[in-house]
């Protein structure tokens, strides 16, 4: 199976090869949950990508809603997202628009495109804050920092090994969200649990700190990707 994303709605679709059957390429929707190809062995998957294009009006009113919105979010402003096939993969931003642009026109290689544009983000704002971060934690040694596309919660921390991993969507987030994770996980090689002692240490390092951490908790994004 693979899963496709045209125009913001994502769907996952199945490809039988059928040779018998009389038009090249027969669509149909398998339990109500996902799409079902039949085609000849000689049509292209461009071809089957085309097709679906061209139905998905119908496959929207039969395919299961999500809660997903055709938005994406970046430095908490949302962007109404286009998507196309390119030899050099990027992301842009113009006006209300986000441009994504993979290899292939896959869910994945959106994904991926969108991610290494979220890391590249927070990268820029860790060269920011880092010098002020040395300052604020001057009682340690500043640990490896890296970003990655987890997803359950924002950083998580390594006290043993001393390596901090920053989630790639924060990028999603205000980007003063980067400093409150990074100064949370930071807390954590003072006191490795949530703790009293911990929030004790989190609050003198940054004013408001359980407050303003707690509050990222309340934003919710639906995104399409």
């Given at each position: 199976m693979k899963t496709i994303l045209i125009d913001g709605f994502t769907f996952t679709?199945?490809?039988?090869r059928n040779n018998s059957q009389k038009n090249p390429i027969i669509v149909r929707i398998k339990?109500?949950?996902y799409v079902v190809i039949w085609a000849h062995s000689n049509v292209?998957?461009?071809?089957?990508?085309?097709?679906?294009?061209k139905k998905l009006d119908f496959l929207k009113e039969r395919l299961p809603k999500t809660n997903k919105e055709n938005v994406i979010h970046v430095k908490g402003i949302a962007y109404k997202p286009y998507f196309c096939v390119s030899g050099v993969p990027g992301v842009s931003i113009?006006?209300?628009?986000?441009y994504i642009s993979a290899l292939t026109n896959d869910l994945k290689a959106y994904k991926k495109v969108l991610n290494d544009y979220y890391a590249y983000i927070i990268e820029s704002e860790l060269k920011k804050i880092m010098s002020e971060a040395a300052r604020d934690f001057y009682e340690i040694k500043m640990p490896?920092?890296?970003?990655?596309?987890f997803t359950g919660r924002f950083g998580d921390c390594d006290v043993y090994n001393?390596?901090?991993?920053?989630?790639?969507?924060?990028?999603?987030?205000d980007p003063k969200y980067i400093k409150i994770v990074?100064?949370?996980e930071l807390s954590h090689l003072y006191v490795a649990n949530h703790s009293k002692k911990f929030y004790e240490v989190f609050e003198s390092k940054m004013k408001n700190a359980k407050e303003l951490d707690k509050s990222m908790d309340k934003i919710h994004y639906f995104d399409c990707l």
């Amino acid at each position: 199976m693979k899963t496709i994303l045209i125009d913001g709605f994502t769907f996952t679709y199945d490809v039988v090869r059928n040779n018998s059957q009389k038009n090249p390429i027969i669509v149909r929707i398998k339990d109500k949950e996902y799409v079902v190809i039949w085609a000849h062995s000689n049509v292209s998957i461009n071809e089957i990508e085309d097709v679906l294009t061209k139905k998905l009006d119908f496959l929207k009113e039969r395919l299961p809603k999500t809660n997903k919105e055709n938005v994406i979010h970046v430095k908490g402003i949302a962007y109404k997202p286009y998507f196309c096939v390119s030899g050099v993969p990027g992301v842009s931003i113009f006006a209300d628009n986000i441009y994504i642009s993979a290899l292939t026109n896959d869910l994945k290689a959106y994904k991926k495109v969108l991610n290494d544009y979220y890391a590249y983000i927070i990268e820029s704002e860790l060269k920011k804050i880092m010098s002020e971060a040395a300052r604020d934690f001057y009682e340690i040694k500043m640990p490896k920092i890296t970003i990655e596309d987890f997803t359950g919660r924002f950083g998580d921390c390594d006290v043993y090994n001393r390596h901090i991993r920053l989630a790639s969507r924060i990028a999603k987030y205000d980007p003063k969200y980067i400093k409150i994770v990074l100064y949370h996980e930071l807390s954590h090689l003072y006191v490795a649990n949530h703790s009293k002692k911990f929030y004790e240490v989190f609050e003198s390092k940054m004013k408001n700190a359980k407050e303003l951490d707690k509050s990222m908790d309340k934003i919710h994004y639906f995104d399409c990707l």
